[in-house]
């Protein structure tokens, strides 16, 4: 077994990724030296808090999962090349931490082998490193390779591919053959182009990993929210349905006409356009309606027509701009109505260019007055504009 250990950090050493004076050397160097022969009566728990670094606690819960093992020298083995590869002691032991088997993991047979393989897709150690360290379980099967070179394309990047691991961890265990590529074949015929189906991914982890009947049976109900297949819409129609039962997404609908007095034309108008409202909370719903009906005046049908309102923040967007808007007009320093949709719409660099900067020598505080208003708070030059008119 001795021979086995010396082997592997000597393959590992004479990687061509690793220059003679590389740290990746020195640390493969120290962690061979530190390879002990097997002593008589290896305690497990011991061993996973002198030499891994775990808590007790830890070292307690993995021992039970760790209870075989007569010996460290798989354990050693699979430090060493932990060490190799760039992990840090504290990320070796994150790792053994979740994954107690990874210290029974074949180093030659099975590590090696994946290590050689993500080299070959380009991938430096440190992104290796990276991988590993959040994939954790998943590293000890050789499979992951190739999903890991279905899935780069897919996402564009190995930071995109990592920030949507990192959502579901399912996504590089899930079989390729019959959940994933199956889930991406479709929806790719539903009109979304890799970057959609990796954004949908960000929002809605799961939906490569589910069952591909499942994911069909999303995309029909995005239909019959009126967004048809291939429409630029139908990602967020997706992302509004997904995993939400037919009985929720009905009451989400009737409370949808009932608090914002929408027939059921409005609100299959609204929902056609802005599909996420499906997703936002009741209460936010009612707070940011009854603004816009009671204060604002806006009648359903506006609305209806353009529900994308709906989506921004009552405190930090809708009412602030509506105090800047108003404080115009009572002042007069603005004499026009404007659609409150284009002022809400637009960019917060393009709404104090187009209605706050002109004013600077008019109303000098309106800056500071607007920044007050989005932090939730009413500034005392807008408070005038709160007050009922005596008339």
Same mark, same amino acid.
């Not at 239909?223 to 009451?251: Q, Y």
């Not at 997703?279 to 009648?299: A, I, N, V, Y």
């Given at each position: 077994?001795?021979?086995?250990?010396?082997?592997?950090?000597?393959?590992?050493?004479?990687?061509?990724?690793?220059?003679?004076?590389?740290?990746?050397?020195?640390?493969?160097?120290?962690?061979?030296?530190?390879?002990?022969?097997?002593?008589?009566?290896?305690? &497990?728990?011991?061993?996973?808090?002198?030499?891994?670094?775990?808590?007790?606690?830890?070292?307690?819960?993995?021992?039970? #999962?760790?209870?075989?093992?007569?010996?460290?020298?798989?354990?050693?083995?699979?430090?060493?090349?932990?060490?190799?590869?760039?992990?840090?002691?504290?990320?070796?032991?994150?790792?053994?931490? #979740?994954?107690?088997?990874?210290?029974?993991?074949?180093?030659?047979?099975?590590?090696?082998? /994946?290590?050689?393989?993500?080299?070959?897709?380009?991938?430096?150690?440190?992104?290796?490193?990276?991988?590993?360290?959040?994939?954790?379980?998943?590293?000890?099967?050789?499979?992951? /390779?190739?999903?890991?070179?279905?899935?780069?394309?897919?996402?564009?990047?190995?930071?995109?591919?990592?920030?949507?691991?990192?959502?579901?961890?399912?996504?590089?265990?899930?079989?390729?053959?019959?959940?994933?590529?199956?889930?991406? /074949?479709?929806?790719?015929?539903?009109?979304?182009?890799?970057?959609?189906?990796?954004?949908?991914?960000? !929002?809605?982890?799961?939906?490569?990993?589910?069952?591909?009947?499942?994911?069909?049976?999303?995309?029909?109900?995005?239909?019959?929210?009126? /967004?048809?297949?291939?429409?630029?819409?139908?990602?967020?129609?997706?992302?509004?349905?997904?995993?939400?039962?037919?009985?929720?997404?009905?009451?989400?609908?009737?409370? +949808?006409?009932?608090?914002?007095?929408?027939?059921?034309?409005?609100?299959?108008?609204?929902?056609?356009?802005?599909?996420?409202?499906?997703? %936002?909370?009741?209460?936010?719903?009612?707070?940011?309606?009854?603004?816009?009906?009671?204060?604002?005046?806006?009648? $359903?049908?506006?609305?209806?027509?353009? $529900?994308?309102?709906?989506?921004?923040?009552?405190?930090?967007?809708?009412?602030?701009?509506?105090?800047? +808007?108003?404080?115009?007009?009572?002042?007069?320093?603005?004499? !026009?109505?404007?659609?409150?949709?284009?002022?809400?719409?637009?960019?917060? %660099?393009?709404?104090?260019? %187009?209605?706050?900067?002109?004013?600077?020598?008019?109303? $000098?505080?309106?800056?500071?007055?607007?920044?007050?208003?989005? #932090?939730?708070?009413?500034?005392?030059?807008?408070?005038?504009?709160?007050?009922?008119? &005596?008339?």
């Amino acid at each position: 077994m001795l021979r086995l250990r010396e082997s592997i950090v000597s393959h590992l050493l004479s990687s061509p990724s690793a220059p003679a004076t590389s740290p990746l050397r020195r640390l493969l160097s120290a962690a061979a030296a530190a390879i002990s022969p097997n002593p008589a009566g290896f305690a &497990v728990e011991e061993y996973l808090i002198d030499t891994c670094g775990l808590t007790r606690p830890q070292a307690l819960k993995a021992s039970t #999962k760790l209870s075989h093992l007569k010996s460290p020298a798989n354990p050693n083995a699979v430090l060493a090349f932990l060490s190799g590869l760039g992990l840090s002691g504290a990320d070796a032991a994150a790792v053994v931490a #979740k994954d107690p088997l990874f210290l029974c993991a074949g180093v030659e047979r099975t590590l090696v082998p /994946v290590v050689d393989g993500l080299a070959g897709l380009r991938l430096s150690r440190p992104d290796i490193a990276r991988l590993l360290s959040l994939v954790r379980s998943n590293f000890r099967c050789r499979s992951i /390779v190739s999903k890991v070179q279905y899935c780069l394309p897919l996402f564009g990047s190995l930071d995109n591919l990592l920030r949507a691991v990192r959502r579901s961890s399912y996504l590089l265990s899930s079989d390729l053959d019959k959940v994933i590529n199956p889930n991406v /074949v479709f929806l790719r015929e539903c009109g979304l182009g890799d970057c959609d189906i990796a954004k949908l991914c960000y !929002r809605v982890p799961r939906i490569l990993t589910t069952n591909p009947e499942h994911v069909r049976a999303m995309a029909a109900c995005a239909e019959r929210l009126g /967004v048809p297949r291939g429409s630029g819409m139908f990602r967020e129609a997706l992302h509004a349905v997904a995993f939400f039962s037919e009985e929720k997404i009905a009451d989400k609908v009737d409370y +949808l006409k009932k608090t914002i007095r929408w027939s059921d034309t409005e609100v299959a108008i609204a929902l056609s356009k802005a599909p996420v409202l499906l997703r %936002k909370s009741k209460d936010l719903l009612r707070r940011r309606s009854e603004f816009l009906l009671s204060e604002l005046g806006l009648e $359903p049908a506006y609305i209806a027509h353009r $529900p994308v309102i709906l989506y921004y923040s009552l405190e930090g967007r809708l009412r602030p701009r509506h105090y800047v +808007l108003k404080f115009l007009k009572e002042t007069g320093l603005a004499d !026009r109505d404007w659609s409150f949709y284009n002022v809400v719409t637009r960019t917060e %660099k393009d709404f104090v260019d %187009k209605y706050i900067c002109p004013h600077k020598e008019a109303a $000098p505080h309106l800056a500071e007055d607007y920044a007050t208003a989005c #932090k939730g708070q009413v500034p005392t030059n807008f408070r005038f504009l709160l007050q009922p008119k &005596v008339g």
